[in-house]
Structure formats: structure tokens, C-alpha cells
């Protein structure tokens, strides 16, 4: 059956995302052939709705910025379960990245002496997000694809052909990363060879051989009931990972954005841009109270205003007062919001009211927020340069990802395997703050696609062999949903399922059981759903044929999105404590001794069979590992005062 | 407002034919087109091709003809039409249907790759671009361009001419070359590239009428006519019958060559 076309290439990029394309930008330039694999079409990646800024200490805007300044703040937002020397990385390369998109053709917006504008956001000391409106992951995916498609006018006028060292396969979906078959015959302990894929036009199935692939396929929202992420946001890349037996990190830390639309139904969970508090907007309860001043935590105790009007001073003189409470880290903002709801002071459609028009005049408003005010005017009828809009909670981002190597975004355990942007675990430890997102894409998508044409070149005299079993074993795993149809009358186990019904459940499953606010009983439950998930996903029938049928393409990621609600279902409930992205409501307090326990996610099946079914066994192992120290010089960058917080007694005093 | 039942026509087939098939499916309060077709293929049919993303209007990928006007589905809210009304799915019309509502939009990529890239000013360091915001506004409103390729669908130079498609990039991609030609630091000119002459000769800027059809389909309200093509139109027309500037390109492109 292994008869599908196969291509060589040096090194192939998942996603095409900021992460995806800087990493396919930098391996192209180092002179690997590369290919991208992206599912939708090219520029239309999740990154495009991205919209406050990209986190960079230029120190435009406020001449104290400074890179261990941002360091600082990205590690208070997480809690100080960051991977430091990623943190310290990003912080320190993030400005180079921003200044290289204006070369590329990016037109930020500007301040009156002609540089790059910074806006205030959630956590951030200084005003730091370069941003284009509120539109500035569109000006990010745009520059980057504008910048492949000169690379690849540069390729044909030396060769003749556009894609002859960089090729953008689009609408394609990667459903396996292939390995070499190691001494003992187990494809566990193999280098990378390359990707299974199928076109979703023509439901074609092909081979990419590589011995490096970059996995840069962003988050895993769509597992969740209410969300800002797009159709793509299946997991595909945590999942490509774990089945190659690279293990995922931290994956009980999900973001719930604290301001999405709650109203009408079918907007809700868009995104309602933290750059609307960043510009003044303040958030109220039913009462008319701007309630964050009741939620500070202790650990921000010193930072924030304890008064509306110093609150409002800030704005203007930012440097004799503190910032209002509505700018904390968004896993603070979401857990007041949430709790202001349940207590019965929400806004008729159950969130509650964000308010800018009483900050700005009209004419300002639509000139900083031009999509925000497009957005709520189109969808909701509401005009936010005159009224409050109703914003709630909304599943945003995976902290968790897969476990790197800092420097070169090397995935652990699979050698030639790389892992950048929100895949990719640990940059942003239990929290991540706005803005950071897109500095991390570029930081670490240029560094993975480097360091992934080094190994690429190296490995250019004996090229990974591609074995062929794998080949066929992807193959009909892929064609398992035509042949459930098939059984209909004979079915092993019960009937087909409908795979559109599947998802609806899971998502209900992980929004009601695994969401904003966790129980141990209740992820049990959730835990015991997914397994029977798990058993009615394998019965998943599709009808029609191959060519682009999305009920087909839905029962292929309905895989990747039980492998990760397993992950993150199974690590919240280990994590006996409440730190950033993951509450607990039974184990309320941030535990010290927590801060240096990583949890990591693994095949329970290393030989990457998956048909554990049983619920409390499944797919998934947890393994506790203690994280390196963080290194001297950046702790000594803290008060000592403040690390007390953090830090357990005898890292104080190591 | 409680739910509704509507009348719904959808195209479907592929490059072999098609039709429109008949469907009656629930409606219920604040949704949009994208809303009624994805409750289709989870409750009627569930290999109904479609291309969408973020369901926000930011992306640009649910674009298709509804009774006729080419429009994203996910901005096109089910109130403004009546309960009666059978609302009319199609994809767009200029592009080869691949299957149902989605369509080979490849040309628009083709025509991408036939427009020079920005060119870094040289001796100016990462870091040390500075550009005045009233001087960026303008490029910048066409930066807005989400790339649904409605104006590219709508407009008359290809939408029933097929022999056009060849020689003419289309609204989208000549507002590119006017986003590129008004950029402040586009260092084009001194590599002998002159941005407002190749819209003309190459891009097929001679095609375009003026109609503003492109203009009214905009989802992001750019003035593609008046602020991009109608500007490149007279600049490029200057280039060619002023005979100072004629004189200028000849004389500096013989220094240039020596």
C-alpha cells in the first residue's frame, strides 16, 4: 500500500503560524530546502487573530524598559515556574526580532519621534507591545509571509522556480511524524525521518522525508467548549509529539482569557483584546464596582493602585503612581470575573461590564481599537465608543507544550524533532502574559528553524531512512472512519458515531469538568468521559469521500484532541495546588514546594499503540521531575522580599 | 427573538457539476451564515465542504456568494434578511470550484509572487526606521487587507473574462503594489525598479475602469479605489506622459548602468 508519493526535503515546518514561518524563514536563509505543512491556506493561520502587540523592551516608550525588566515581569506572570533561560532568551531577543519585520516591509505604529509606538498591557512594568491597532498579529503573519514569498522570488531567478528551496504545502494536515527504526525494531527509539500527511483538497496521502521537522502548530482550545481559537486549534502538535515519544510539559496550565464576547451565543469566547484595558478601559460588576481592587493577589500586593483615582493617575504619570488592578495577569483577571459571576453580580448575558467609552472620545477609540469596534458594531449591535461591552472568560492558550531544550528548541527525546511557539512548553511557565505570545513566536521559531538546518546539514550525508510499515500503519489509520461506515451492518461495539456529536461532548466535557476552576471529583469524571470518548471515537464513521470532506478531517483530530484533554485532564488533577493558569478550588494556596515540580506526559504505550481504553490506566503517564535552579544573576535581579513568595526556603538560601 | 426554521439553497459539487440542493435548518438569536452552515454539517451533512477560521471576520477565509454578493459568512448576520426570504449560498464565481463552497483560489497566491517584495533602504540598521505616522496611515490602510479576496471575486475585469486573468493582478494585489510605492522607506526606485510603471505594464492597472465595485465588497472598508488604484493610476500616468520624468528614468538609469 505504501505507494504514496514521497518528496526529500531538508527540513519541514508544521504550521504555518509566526512560529512555523520565522522558523521556515531562518532555515531557508541557512540554506536548508525547506517545506511548510499548514492546514489552512496560506495567511490565514491562528496567529492573524492575535491582536494587542508583540512584548519587547525597545524602551520607546519609556526609556527604563530594558530587557531584565521584561525577564522579570514574564516570570512574576508565571509564577516562577518558567523555564528561565527561555524567559531570559526571549526577553533579550525579543526587540532584535520586532526591528528585523521593518526590514521585511512591517509598518508598526508610531510614536511623534518616528519609532516603533509601545501600548500599556496585563503585567508588563512599562508600556512594551509594538502593535498596529489592534490588528498586529495580521501586520506579523502578513510580514512573515511577504518575506517567504521574496525568498522565494530570490529562489526563482536563480533557479527558475519559486519553490525549489522553499515550498508552503497548504491545506495539508501532518496526521504522523515518522521515525527510523532504532537497533532493537521498536520505532521508539528512532531519529526523526519525516511526515505522514494527507491533502484536504484531495485527500491524496504523501510522504515529506526529513530528518528534521519543526513542529510549530499552536494550541488546543478547540477541546474546549467556549474559545477564541479557530477550527485549527486541535492539538496536532502536542499530539505529532507524543505519538514520536517526545513528552509534553506542564499541560495542566490552559489560559483562560479573561475578556471574551458572552453575547449573542454564537460569538461566544471571540476575543475581546486586553488592549481595550491597556488603553483605559475599566471592568464593573452589576453594582457599577470597579471590583479588581477587591482581587489582588498578595504577591502583587505592592504594585498595583489601591485607589480608582490613583488608578486613573497612572495613565497619565506613570511613574508616581501604581496601575490599576484591571492590567494584572489575566489568569488574576479571569478568576475575578468568574467569581463575581457565580456571586450574582454579573451582566444579563453572564459576564460582566468593560467599559472604554467614558476613558476616550469616540474618534479615539476607533482609531486604536478600529477591529474591536468593528466586531462588537457587526456581531453584538453594540457600539463600544458609547456603551460598555459584556465580556466572560474564554479558553486562549496552552502554557503546556512540549518539552524543549531552551536554546535550540530541540524536543527531549527524539533527535531531530524541534518544538517552537505555543506548542512548545515552558517559556511561560504556570501564566502567560498578553503580548508575549507573538516575541515568543519569533524568538523561538527563528531558533528552532536554525537549529534544525544545523542538524539538517549534519545529518546530510546519511539521510534518515523512511520505514515503510509506518507508512501503511498511517495509512489506515487515517482510512479507520471510511471503514466504520462500512460496518454499519455488522457494527464491532455499537453503531458509527457521528464525529461532529463527539466533539460537542468533549468540548461540554472539558469546559464543565476541567475549566477555570478545578475539582478533584469532577476531573475524575472527566477522566471516565474521556475514555468513553475514547472507545466511541474509534467507531467515528465519515461519509462521502476523501476529497475535502470535513466530517473526515474532524474524526482524524478528534485522535489529538483526546491525547491532550488526557494530558491536561490527568496533570490538573496531580497538581495539588492553585498557581497562574490552573485553580484548584479544593487546594486553593500556591504551594512553594510545587514551584520546582515540572509534570511531564507520556505514552503509557511507548510502542505508540493507543488502545488503552482503560479509564483509570489511559493513554497517558505522568512523571514528576524537579527543575534546574534558576541561575544567580536573574535571581538576584528580584527583591528578596519578593522571592520569598515564591521560592521555597532552602532555593533562598542555595 | 426565539429560533426560527429558514429556507436555505446551497451549491453543491465539484469540478464535474453541481447544483443547488434545498435545506430547512434552525436559526436561532445573534447568529450568521457561518452559524447555519456548520449547523449543517453537524446535524444534515457532514462532508459539506467549506473554508472558515476565526469566525471574527479577521481572516478572511469564509468567503463565498450569498444571494449573489459576495460576502464573508461569518460577518453576514441571519437579521438582515427576512424569516421568509430562502437564503442562497454559492462559492465565489471568479475562481475554479474545488468542491461545494470552497474554491481554487490559487490565482490570487500566482499573482502575489509577480509583485516585488519591499527593499530595505540600504545603509538604515534594523532598529533605526523611523517613519512618521502620517506618512505610514496611508500604506497602512491597505495593510488592513485580511485577504478574503472578495474584490478579486467581485470585480468585472475577471469575474466573466477569463482571458483576462492573465495580465491583470486584480484590486487586491495592485493595492499591493500601491501599499509598496507610498511606503516611506520602499528603496525600490534606486535599484531601478519603478513601482507606478510595472502596475501599468505588468500588474494591468490599464484594465481597471474605475467601477469601485471592489471598493463596496471590501469587508474591512479600505478604499481600494479611491485611495489605492485611482492614486496609482494618476501616478503611474505621470511617469508615462511627462516628459521631464521620462527624461529623468532615461538619464538615471544610464548613470546607473555606468
Known amino acids: ?654 | 427573538m426565539s429560533g426560527y426554521t429558514a429556507h436555505f439553497k446551497v451549491w453543491r459539487g465539484d469540478v464535474s457539476g453541481g447544483g443547488l440542493e434545498d435545506f430547512e435548518v434552525e436559526v436561532n438569536e445573534g447568529e450568521v451564515v457561518l452559524d447555519i452552515i456548520h449547523r449543517l454539517q453537524a446535524t444534515q451533512t457532514p462532508d459539506l465542504a467549506v473554508r472558515w477560521n476565526c469566525k471574527a471576520g479577521k481572516c478572511g477565509s469564509c468567503s463565498a456568494e450569498i444571494n449573489g454578493r459576495p460576502r464573508l459568512m461569518c460577518m453576514t448576520r441571519m437579521s438582515v434578511f427576512d424569516r421568509e426570504e430562502t437564503i442562497t449560498v454559492t462559492p465565489l464565481r471568479a475562481f475554479p470550484v474545488v468542491r461545494d463552497l470552497v474554491t481554487d483560489v490559487g490565482f490570487n497566491y500566482t499573482k502575489a509572487r509577480e509583485v516585488p517584495a519591499f527593499v530595505p533602504p540600504a545603509g538604515v540598521a534594523p532598529g533605526e526606521y523611523r517613519m512618521m505616522q502620517e506618512d505610514v496611515d496611508r500604506s497602512q490602510e491597505f495593510r488592513k487587507c485580511i485577504e478574503c479576496f472578495l474584490c478579486q471575486d467581485t470585480c468585472h475585469v475577471v469575474r466573466d473574462h477569463e482571458e483576462n486573468k492573465q495580465a491583470f493582478a486584480g484590486p487586491r494585489f495592485l493595492m499591493r503594489v500601491a501599499e509598496l510605492d507610498m511606503h516611506p522607506l520602499d528603496a525600490a526606485a534606486e535599484t531601478g525598479l519603478d513601482r507606478k510603471t510595472t502596475a501599468q505594464d505588468e500588474h494591468g492597472l490599464g484594465y481597471c475602469n474605475i467601477t469601485k465595485c471592489c471598493t463596496e465588497v471590501c469587508p474591512e472598508g479600505i478604499k481600494i479605489t479611491d485611495n489605492a488604484l485611482i492614486p496609482l493610476k494618476e501616478r503611474a500616468a505621470d511617469r508615462k506622459y511627462d516628459p521631464l520624468v521620462w527624461l529623468g528614468s532615461k538619464i538615471r538609469r544610464r548613470s546607473s548602468a555606468g
Not at chain 1, 104 to 125: C, M, P, V, Y
Open chain 1, 1 to 654: 500500500m505504501s505507494v504514496v508519493d514521497r518528496q526529500e526535503w531538508d527540513v519541514v515546518v508544521v504550521g504555518a503560524g509566526g512560529a512555523g514561518l520565522r522558523a521556515a524563514i531562518e532555515a531557508r536563509e541557512r540554506g536548508a530546502r525547506t517545506a511548510v505543512i499548514c492546514k489552512s491556506l496560506f495567511g490565514k493561520a491562528h496567529t492573524v487573530m492575535a491582536e494587542g502587540g508583540i512584548a519587547a523592551a525597545m524602551a520607546n516608550a519609556n526609556e527604563n524598559d530594558s530587557w531584565q525588566v521584561h525577564f522579570r515581569d514574564t516570570m512574576r506572570g508565571g509564577k516562577f515556574l518558567n523555564q528561565w533561560r527561555m524567559a531570559e532568551l526571549h526577553a533579550q531577543e525579543a526587540p532584535q526580532r520586532v526591528w528585523e519585520l521593518e526590514t521585511w516591509g512591517a509598518l508598526f505604529d508610531r510614536t511623534k519621534d518616528g519609532r516603533i509606538s509601545q501600548r500599556n498591557f496585563g503585567g508588563h512594568e512599562y508600556p512594551r507591545l509594538a502593535h498596529v491597532g489592534d490588528r498586529t498579529g495580521l501586520e506579523l503573519i502578513r510580514t512573515l509571509q511577504q518575506k517567504i514569498v521574496s525568498l522565494q522570488q530570490e529562489d526563482f531567478r536563480e533557479t527558475g522556480d519559486y519553490e525549489s528551496r522553499l515550498k508552503i504545502f497548504q491545506e495539508c494536515t501532518v496526521t504522523r511524524v515518522l521515525k527510523t527504526v532504532s537497533d532493537s525494531g521498536s520505532a521508539a527509539g528512532g531519529r526523526v525521518s519525516g511526515v505522514f500527511a494527507y491533502e484536504r483538497e484531495s485527500g491524496r496521502f504523501f510522504v515529506l522525508e526529513a530528518p528534521a521537522v519543526v513542529i510549530a502548530t499552536g494550541g488546543i482550545g478547540k477541546s474546549f467548549k467556549v474559545t477564541s481559537n479557530s477550527w485549527e486549534y486541535t492539538g496536532d502538535g502536542h499530539a505529532l509529539a507524543l505519538l514520536a515519544g517526545a513528552p509534553l510539559l506542564n499541560m495542566e496550565f490552559v489560559q483562560f482569557h479573561p475578556t471574551g464576547m458572552v453575547w449573542p451565543p454564537s460569538v461566544k469566547g471571540i476575543l475581546v483584546t486586553e488592549s481595550v484595558r491597556g488603553d483605559g478601559g475599566v471592568l464593573r460588576n452589576s453594582d457599577g464596582k470597579r471590583f479588581m481592587f477587591d482581587y489582588i493577589p498578595d504577591v502583587f500586593k505592592e504594585k498595583y493602585a489601591e485607589t480608582e483615582e490613583e488608578g486613573d493617575r497612572w495613565y497619565d504619570d506613570p511613574d508616581h503612581n501604581r496601575r490599576p488592578p484591571e492590567l494584572l495577569p489575566r489568569d488574576e483577571v479571569a478568576r475575578a470575573i468568574n467569581a463575581e459571576v457565580k456571586e450574582g453580580r454579573g451582566s444579563p448575558h453572564g459576564g460582566v461590564f468593560l467599559d472604554v467609552s467614558t476613558r476616550m472620545p469616540a474618534e479615539v477609540i476607533k482609531r486604536r481599537l478600529p477591529s474591536m469596534y468593528h466586531q462588537f458594531k457587526e456581531l453584538a449591535d453594540v457600539d463600544i465608543t458609547a456603551e460598555a461591552m459584556e465580556v466572560g472568560p474564554t479558553c486562549h492558550y496552552v502554557m503546556g507544550g512540549v518539552a524543549v531544550e531552551s536554546d535550540t528548541a530541540a524536543a527531549r527525546g527524539v533527535p531531530g524533532l524541534y518544538a517552537a511557539g505555543e506548542v512548545a512548553g515552558g517559556m511561560h511557565g504556570s501564566n502567560r502574559l498578553g503580548g508575549n505570545s507573538l516575541s515568543d513566536l519569533l524568538v523561538f521559531g527563528r531558533r528552532a528553524g536554525w537549529h534544525a538546518a544545523e542538524y539538517a546539514a549534519g545529518a546530510a550525508g546519511a539521510r534518515p531512512v523512511v520505514d515503510d510499515v509506518q507508512i501503511d500503519a498511517a495509512a489506515a489509520e487515517a482510512l479507520r472512519p471510511f471503514s466504520a461506515e462500512a460496518e454499519i451492518e455488522e457494527p464491532k461495539g455499537g453503531p458509527p458515531e457521528n464525529p461532529y456529536t463527539l466533539h460537542q461532548e468533549l468540548q461540554q466535557t472539558m469546559n464543565d469538568l476541567v475549566g477555570i476552576i478545578r475539582r478533584e471529583a469532577e476531573m475524575e469524571q472527566a477522566l471516565e468521559k474521556l475514555a468513553e470518548l475514547r472507545v466511541r471515537a474509534r467507531r467515528a464513521g465519515v461519509e462521502g469521500h476523501r476529497q475535502f470532506n470535513p466530517g473526515w478531517h474532524l474524526a482524524l483530530d478528534l485522535r489529538n484532541m483526546l491525547l491532550v484533554s488526557e494530558c491536561v485532564a490527568r496533570a490538573a488533577l496531580e497538581r495539588t495546588e492553585s498557581r497562574g493558569g490552573h485553580t484548584r478550588e479544593d487546594h486553593p494556596g500556591m504551594d512553594r514546594t510545587w514551584r520546582r515540580i515540572n509534570l511531564l506526559c507520556a505514552l503509557t504505550d511507548p510502542t505508540g499503540g493507543l488502545a488503552a481504553t482503560d479509564p483509570v490506566r489511559g493513554q497517558i503517564a505522568l512523571t514528576r521531575e524537579t527543575t534546574e535552579p534558576v541561575r544567580a544573576d536573574l535571581l538576584a535581579l528580584f527583591d528578596k522580599e519578593e522571592l520569598v513568595k515564591y521560592l521555597a526556603e532552602e532555593e533562598l538560601y542555595e
